[in-house]
């Protein structure tokens, strides 16, 4: 349900199961939250890239897997989120390394809000970014209400939670949703170029960087100050950053090992 492929530095994961546009079953959730942890423990990754397989990029949970017509007791929603939904979201947003994603058609749902979580989002032009939750009752999730509320404020996070109205990928980057539209045929090159140039970085420095910016969110100016201080003394003990330094003074391109 999810194709991993490691080159070059960069984890690929597709979502894999496009007759039902990537919509997450648990065997996916469990597959994705795997791809993600291995790009924490495995040093060979530098970047991930997460895309979807098909036409839609991932439609949110498959609903199809709590058919309400079949009886039974409500399902406990709260359970399947703290279960699969949260933890991958905390290993995106923790991982420290970068996180490309491709938004190769639909993002609906939990689907939209993963993309969202990714630290840089390219979309095809003809992907549409749709908070489904509104039309079947539910409430954002997987950080959809934490994080549109803090990328568009709260007029645009309402509207667009509240109406479930699909955002197109051109409005997404005007509104600085996500990093950048481009044309459809371009995106998996566009998209993949950019891992690989992010995995041939200095990884450390990069994933300090990912750090201070989300950590901006919470800290004060002061606490913001101490937080670079004590990340720039790290990055300037990395190797790379020694060789980022020696490459400028001899004007050649510095080769970066990510320590
Ligand atoms: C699907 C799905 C899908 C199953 C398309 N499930 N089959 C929820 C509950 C539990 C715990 C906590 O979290 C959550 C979070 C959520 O993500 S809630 C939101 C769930 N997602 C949605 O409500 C979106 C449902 N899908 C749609 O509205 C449409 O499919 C979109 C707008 C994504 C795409 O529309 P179209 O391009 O017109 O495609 P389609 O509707 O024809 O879908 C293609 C196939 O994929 C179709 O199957 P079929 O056998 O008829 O060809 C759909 O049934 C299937 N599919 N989404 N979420």
Redesign the pocket.
Known sequence: TVLAALADGVLTLTLNRP???N??NEEMHLALRAGFQRAHDDAGVRAVLLTGAG??FC????????DPRKGGPA?D?GH??ET??NPTLRLIRSLEKPVVCAVN???????A?IAIACDIVLAGKSA?F?Q??A??G?VP??GGSWSLARILGEPRAKALALTAE?LGAEKAAEWGLIWKAVEDEALMDEALALARSLAAGPTLGLGLTKRLIQAAAVNSLDQQLDQERDCQREAGRSTDYAEGVTAFLEKRKPEFRGQ
Not at 59 to 66: C, E, F, I, M, V
């Open positions: 007759d039902k546009l919509a997450f036409r839609g439609a949110g949970q498959d609903l199809g897997d709590r399902p929603l399947t989120l699969f939904y058609g639909v993002a609906a749902g939990a689907g809000n549409r749709i489904a939750f039309r079947i539910l999730d997987a699909p």
